[in-house]
């Protein structure tokens, strides 16, 4: 028994009438209906669709049991050549059902003329083969569709603007899903598309701005221009690699990092992923064309590997102007300024970096003998003396963003002519001891810029003569350069340097230091160069032993902004001359400043001596404001006193620039 109709005499329905019908999908319950009994349908099969009049009993029982129900009252149907056409719904309820079949007739195909409007939940016929264009255009109130196995196309507009639109149960017959389908469904956070679909129209899920997740199977052979352009929050994307192109603004505005190609991919057409937010991209071996506006505006792209080594690319020329002034050829921003080609020599990929000035890496000169874990480049053996760490994994379509096993490498003899390392590009942080006690490492280079350079990361590598990258450290840990030949490094953007940091370094003359330095640990400099400091305002104390032991120091400006400086701060700088004391400094207690000969400059008239010993020696000149606290430490212990007769900020620039001729 699949199908019951009861006759219009029909007044109730018994305890248990048609328990166990197991097979039973569909009842026709009479208008006249009063009473349905306990366990009246119990057993039947699990997609019971109970048909009667709305508000009545027959709705009460279907909502009591979570029974699927439909009112015939609300709907017409019409015979077509493979079963019934809908062509007239008007119903008010939450979740519709349209039936799968009217008196054992299947529901094939809706009418073009049925709109649909107020509804939260659509379960569509089993053996509908398309939903019509613009079906529920614009219904801000749907929540949830439900297809069947047996849909073949979603038209054109069907459920687009519908903006609370989050839930979609596909069927695994869908094959086609046409333009703008699912525009601006906002609602949208995931969307995972069955292996039937074949092809999805432009537009389709255009503005679909809270769309995070997409994933395609192997089915998919042709997308539209602008399917997923506007998708603000779409992070992560599975592509078919049935397809061959990418077309116009497929991707526009995307923020995902990172996207893999299908591995059939033939063409990349203008915009298709324009101010995505990728970081790397790899271009498979099938391409054969690509526009080179492809990928304007990411400004974040990094690194674009070329396996394809022929294709064919726009000409330059047409993204270019003339200057009026020079008549020079300036590139409109087709690629990001950070942008690094990677391919093989001869290949169109470097014809492309060259006309576009971008720089070009040869993959075939990675160095052989490192294996590839993953995001990790670990050493085992590698044989030459420079050495080029690999930039990208392309098996798992990663950037490799750090080096293994290079200082055991080093000291088990393997590696013990390694002279120079070219790190990669993405690599940004040098880890604990990584290269630590390299004892022929002579040069580490970099296309990228090292955020974090780890504790002990170069300690004791006795040849390291320079750090060649685009360094914006935030963090430098303790002994990371310790007992290295270092004559430079730039700390522009260093926001903390750990104890010893960069001490025996004998060649190092200068270093400068930032407002972004938050901290500075103990004999960060000491037994270094350094001849001139200029201690950044955003230290507003100095702990002890800060800089202490740099017999080299000779002129010292402190920030404004500092207030205290402690004991021993300038322990041991024995050749000091000028020391420049900003007005916002409110305690002085270092003595050994006091015991050493130089001027000592203090441009707050209240600033505190406060020693833990009486100065030795009183060879220093204070250098102060008459009836200033400095005058009378000076009178006190018989130190010479001189009046100040300038700003702050002129005595400041005054000995920075005499350091600067004598260096």
């Keep these: ?118 509804i939260r939940t659509i379960e569509f016929p089993e053996k509908l083969i398309e939903i019509p264009d613009a079906f529920c255009y614009g219904d801000n109130t749907l929540e949830a569709i439900i297809f069947y196995d047996d849909v073949r196309r979603i038209g054109e507009s069907a459920f687009s603007c519908c903006e609370n639109l989050s839930s979609i149960t596909w069927g695994n017959g869908v094959e086609e899903i046409g333009p703008h389908a699912f525009d601006g469904c906002s609602g949208l956070e995931k969307v995972s598309l069955p292996q039937s679909v074949k092809s999805i129209g432009a537009y389709a899920f255009f503005l679909c701005d809270h769309l995070t997740g997409l994933r395609m199977e192997d089915g998919v052979k ?44 033939e063409s990349i057409q203008e915009t298709a992923f324009c101010s995505c937010g990728l970081q790397w991209v790899v271009i498979p071996e099938s391409l054969k064309s690509l526009d080179i506006t492809s990928f304007l505006d990411c400004s974040s792209l990094r690194w674009v590997e070329f396996l394809s080594d022929s294709f064919e690319w726009t000409d330059i020329d047409s993204f270019c102007m003339d200057t009026e002034e020079n008549g020079l050829r300036i590139d409109y921003g087709a690629w990001a300024n950070q942008t690094v080609f990677g391919g093989r020599l001869g290949s169109s990929g470097e014809a492309m970096a060259k006309a576009s000035y971008i720089q070009f890496e040869n993959i075939d000169a990675w160095s052989q003998g490192i ?35 290079v200082s055991a490498f080093c000291q088990e003899g393997e590696g013990a002519e390694i002279e120079e390392i070219c790190l990669p590009l993405f690599q940004d942080t040098i880890h604990e001891r990584e290269f630590s006690q390299c004892a022929t490492l002579r040069r580490v280079r970099s296309s990228g810029a090292f955020a974090s350079v780890n504790a002990h990361a170069f300690e004791d590598c006795p040849l390291l003569e320079k750090v060649d990258t685009s360094l914006q450290l935030r963090f430098i840990g303790e002994y990371a350069f310790d007992g290295t030949r270092l004559a430079e490094i730039e700390l522009g953007g260093a926001e903390e340097i750990g104890y010893g940091a960069l001490s025996r370094c004998p060649l190092l003359k200068r270093v400068s230091l930032s407002n972004s330095l938050k901290r500075i640990d103990s004999f960060a400099l000491s037994d270094t160069g350094v001849q001139t ?131």
Aim: glycine share 8%; aromatic share 10%; charged share 20%.
């Design 1 to 118: 028994l699949e199908q019951v109709t009861l006759p219009p005499t029909v007044q109730s329905v018994g305890d248990q009438a048609f328990y166990g019908c197991s097979r039973l999908n569909t009842v026709y319950l009479n208008e006249g209906l009063k009473e349905i009994g306990l366990n009246a349908f119990d057993g039947a099969a699990e997609d019971l669709l109970i048909w009667g009049k709305r508000n009545g009993v027959q709705e009460v029982y279907a909502q009591t049991n979570h029974l699927r129900f439909v009112d015939g009252s609300e709907m017409d149907f019409e015979e077509n050549d493979s079963g019934l056409t809908l062509t007239r719904l008007e119903s008010s309820a939450e979740t519709l059902v349209i039936p799968s079949y009217v008196n054992g007739k299947p529901v094939t195909w809706i009418s073009p003329e049925v709109l649909i409007g107020n």
């Design 222 to 265: 042709e997308i539209g221009p602008f399917c997923f352009s506007d998708c603000a929050q779409l992070r992560q994307v599975r592509l078919s690699d049935a397809i061959t192109c990418i077309p116009r603004q497929a991707f526009y505005g995307a923020p995902f990092s990172s996207i893999t190609l299908p591995k059939g991919l």
């Design 533 to 663: 400091l200029s201690i950044p305002g955003s230290l507003t104390s100095l702990t002890d032993s800060t800089f202490s032991g740099l017999p080299s120091l000779k002129y010292v400006v402190v920030g404004e902004g500092m207030e205290h400086i402690d004991v021993n701060s300038f322990s041991y700088c024995r050749e000091m001359r000028v020391l420049i004391l900003p007005p916002t400094l409110k305690i002085l207690a270092d003595d050994q400043i006091l015991n050493q000969p130089g001027e000592l400059w203090a441009f707050n008239p209240d600033m505190q001596f406060i020693l833990p010993l009486e100065p030795r020696e009183h060879l220093t000149l204070i250098v102060g404001y008459p009836g200033s606290t400095a005058e009378a430490f000076a009178e006190k212990y018989g130190y010479s006193f001189e009046e100040i007769t300038t700003t702050y900020g002129e005595a400041a620039d005054y000995y920075l620039s005499i350091a600067d001729r004598e260096e």
């Design 371 to 405: 294996m590839l874990e993953g995001s990790t480049a670990v050493f085992q053996s590698v044989s030459e003396k420079a050495v080029r760490v690999p930039w990208f994994n392309e098996k798992e379509n990663c950037p490799v963003l750090r080096t293994e096993n």
